[in-house]
């Protein structure tokens, strides 16, 4: 069965300060992995993918992301952080783009 | 380029009543639909998904039902609501090798 994994429900950093968020998945095949970012009240908006290729995938909003085979994970970082990176954040996988797991949710609080 | 429509934006209903929230997307042809559910702001769960007209799958028995009577409209209704369906709804497409595209959403409140 495939499952996606966000151990921390909350993360807090301080503005300026590095940020990583947690993620790790379960499934058959050919992992593709996505990072979503939702504001309150708002539909997610897509932040970066990895289907293939380079294990590192940047994408929107300075935001990076790692693909690690082995540990099974998906952490997306950012090397400086913003008070209005403040949101909630998802991760999600599929093997055939048909159907799509995501995690349960990542409140980042970035402080001022 | 493909946009992707939810309404009502906001809904009240009372126990009981019937319910019919649509999304329609535009600028693609053929794509998948997906309808969601998010309660208290947090996980997502996958209701209904679709991957082509009349094609439903159900991934969790509930109290709704979904339609897809044209290529990019998905229909989610129920027939009689209760509390419990109350929550943040939101639909999806998806087509080809790529990620997921969300709506807006339609906030519920059932009382």
């Known amino acids: 069965a495939q499952s996606v994994a966000q151990p921390e429900d909350q993360v807090n950093v301080a503005e300026g300060n590095p940020l990583t968020v947690k993620c790790t998945y379960s499934?058959?095949?050919?992992?593709?992995l996505f990072w979503y970012v939702q504001y309150p009240n708002r539909g997610l908006q897509f932040l970066l993918k990895?289907?293939?290729?380079?294990?590192l995938v940047k994408g929107s909003y300075g935001f990076e992301a790692e693909f690690n085979k082995s540990q099974t994970s998906f952490h997306l970082k950012k090397p400086s952080a913003l008070v209005s990176d403040s949101a909630l954040y998802f991760c999600?996988?599929?093997?055939?783009?048909?159907?799509?797991?995501f995690g349960s949710g990542t409140k980042l609080n970035v402080k001022p | 380029s493909q946009t992707i429509h939810q309404w009502p934006a906001t809904l009240v209903q009372p126990v009981g009543s019937p319910l019919s929230l649509e999304c329609t997307v535009e600028?693609?042809?053929?794509?998948?639909l997906y309808w969601y559910r998010q309660a208290a702001g947090r996980g997502l769960q996958l209701l209904f998904y679709?991957?082509?007209?009349?094609?439903i799958s159900s991934e969790v028995p509930q109290n709704l039902s979904a339609s897809r009577p044209q290529d990019r409209q998905f229909i989610l209704s129920s027939k009689k609501l209760l509390l419990s369906d109350s929550g943040f709804y939101l639909c999806?497409?998806?087509?080809?090798?790529?990620?997921?595209?969300f709506g807006p959403g339609t906030r519920l409140t059932v009382l």
């Open positions: 990895y289907i293939t290729g380079d294990n």
């Open positions: 999806a497409w998806a087509g080809g090798l790529n990620e997921q595209f």
């Open positions: 600028g693609t042809s053929n794509p998948n």
């Open positions: 999600a996988v599929s093997n055939n783009f048909n159907k799509f797991y």
């Open positions: 679709s991957v082509g007209i009349g094609q």
């Open positions: 499934v058959s095949g050919n992992p593709y």
